[in-house]
């Protein structure tokens, strides 16, 4: 035994990142990790070599790639022909992973058609779940028949409105250890897109409740990227908390995620505005990653200090990066992880902040201040 090799305790202790023996021994199962040489009493020896390896392990499964794909990763050598070739399994893998996303999807629907059904349901829903029992789908008429059992349903959908509360309470996990303005902020963001999964990506820095209510009580200013996203902002409470709204990229004619990114690297004006933001002010991108990007930068240069930046851009590279960079800003924010995002959950997150604090006014005297802005 040499004095640098490692028993499998002193390994999983080096590494860190949650790993535990048990985890090392299926990875040796698996093929992950090779076999290693064994001591004269029999215990597993392991080198510097095996600890850059599981390290590299860790960090993959901890970005959510899985497994099988792991070992893909890790046995290609960096050569132009097997990256090519590494690129074309990925590609298959991430549409073989797609699927069964979709056949989830599929099966959830189902779920949430029957639990998502409020107290108004609930007999036709009684009755459905009894006849699920003793459906018989191997022939045409029970298929038939479990098309009528969702007619069934469905026809209750034209006696009452929609109770969302009651859906929400059976579909929504245990947000017990989140504030009440958190549970309200999450509900309101499922409520936008109408997927419960996107909880799990909604994140929000310790600091981010307070920060929000601070800076909006205190008429802070309030800058989004596009005019799409100033649009769907609750203006009603905004103007009776006397915040201001400004658009970074003040085209109306730009609306989708794709000509707001372009639009943002091609003038340099927009970047500068950026960087002549109102200290304390609450940032909001709905759209072009790039905006968030340029955000990041300018926190860490300090050129910027607002006291909330909401980050819902859309992307499939560097939105998720982008996310990423601000949550290690050590600034409060609020995000949802990954490629999910766009403009109506950017306007919600505020929208939901807001209505915490005031109540809607009964009046449209807004409307006025919009049309003397306008008239300007």
Known sequence: MNSSDLT?????HLVGGGLTPRMVRHYHQLGLLPQPVRSPSNYRLYTQKDVLR??????LKQQGFQLNHIRN???????????VNLMGQLQQQYRAVMQQISQLRQTASA????????RHCQIIQAEVLAQLKLLDVETQAGL????????GLDAEIHTHSEAFSE????LLPDLSHRSEIEQHLISQLVLACGDVSLVSFVKLSRDAIAASREALSASCQIVVDTQTVAAALDQTRLLHLGCHIETLIDNPHITTATEAELAFWQHREWRSKLQQVNQGCVLVVGY??????EICEALTNQKIQPALVIAMPIGFSHA???????????????TVEGTLGGGALAATALNALVESLIDKPDCHCYLKNLVDSLEC
Not at 73 to 83: C, F, K, M, R, S
Not at 144 to 151: K, M, Q
Not at 320 to 334: C, D, H, N, S, V
């Open 8 to 12: 499998i305790k002193q390994l999983t």
């Open 54 to 59: 599981l390290q590299r392990i860790v960090a």
């Open 73 to 83: 990763i890790l046995e290609v050598e960096p050569e132009a022909d097997t990256t």
């Open 111 to 118: 779920l949430e058609g029957l639990l998502g059904r409020d």
């Open 144 to 151: 038939g028949g479990l098309e009528n059992l969702w007619s």
């Open 167 to 170: 859906s929400l309470q059976r």
């Open 288 to 293: 072009a990653p790039s905006v968030l990007v």
């Open 320 to 334: 998720p990066a982008a996310k990423r960079q601000l949550m290690q800003q050590g600034i409060p924010f609020i």
